[in-house]
T-cell receptor, first 119, second 113 residues
């Protein structure tokens, strides 16, 4: 079973509108971390936002917010007021804890969502 | 902070040649990771180190791949001999001990012809 699922291969959004990128995860570990990264066409991986499994509030970083719904195991990224420069691939990733039996430090990535912002 | 520094940015080599990729992590970070990105397989972990010690190398494809971290500020990933199927973008990343922020380098785009 996939650990990280991003069901939207591609999305379009109008400039200045908000957009939500979906991410669901699968783990039995009570301690884990969730991350979102942006990869523009230039190829670098840019860290956007982090949410710990024990964090009480949803993470926010500027125009980025993470809609964390623990019971649903979802960690959707919300980008407000989209800009042309937001056009990129977006990856959701998870880091499990020790009790997962896996590699604690490993970031497991989804397949990504390609976001295109239209002027 | 200069971030994670990788070299070279691009590497084109002939099949059978040895390739060495280099990485300088962020000072003070305890963890260092090597990832590979391909269209077919996406981003996958090759190996990671904690305090210079290899912790998990289960993602290393085969004996042709080896990685070292001789000190806290330098790591190498070596492929010998290289094959066309090794063509990919190789990322190095580092993280503090809390594992709450992984910073990636710019990547090395490797082409084996």
């Amino acid at each position: 079973a996939q650990k990280i699922t991003q069901t939207q291969p591609g999305m379009f959004v109008q400039e200045k509108e908000a957009v939500t990128l979906d991410c669901t995860y699968d783990t039995s570990d009570p301690s884990y971390g969730l991350f979102w990264y942006k990869q523009p066409s230039s190829g670098e991986m840019i860290f956007l936002i982090y949410q710990g499994s024990y964090d009480q509030q949803n993470a926010t970083e500027g125009r980025y917010s993470l809609n964390f719904q623990k019971a649903r195991k979802s960690a959707n990224l919300v980008i407000s007021a989209s800009q042309l420069g937001d056009s990129a691939m977006y990856f959701c990733a998870m880091r499990e804890g020790r009790s997962s039996g896996g590699s604690q430090g490993n970031l497991i990535f989804g397949k990504g969502t390609k976001l295109s912002v239209k002027p | 902070d200069a971030g994670v520094i990788q070299s070279p940015r691009h590497e084109v080599t002939e099949m059978g040649q040895e390739v060495t990729l280099r990485c300088k992590p962020i000072s003070g970070h305890d963890y260092l990771f090597w990832y590979r990105q391909t269209m077919m397989r996406g981003l996958e972990l090759l190996i990671y180190f904690n305090n210079n010690v290899p912790i998990d190398d289960s993602g290393m494809p085969e004996d042709r791949f080896s990685a070292k971290m001789p000190n806290a500020s330098f790591s190498t990933l070596k492929i010998q001999p290289s094959e066309p199927r090794d063509s990919a973008v190789y990322f190095c990343a580092s993280s503090p001990w809390q594992l709450n922020g992984y910073t990636f380098g710019s990547g090395t785009r490797l082409t084996v012809v």
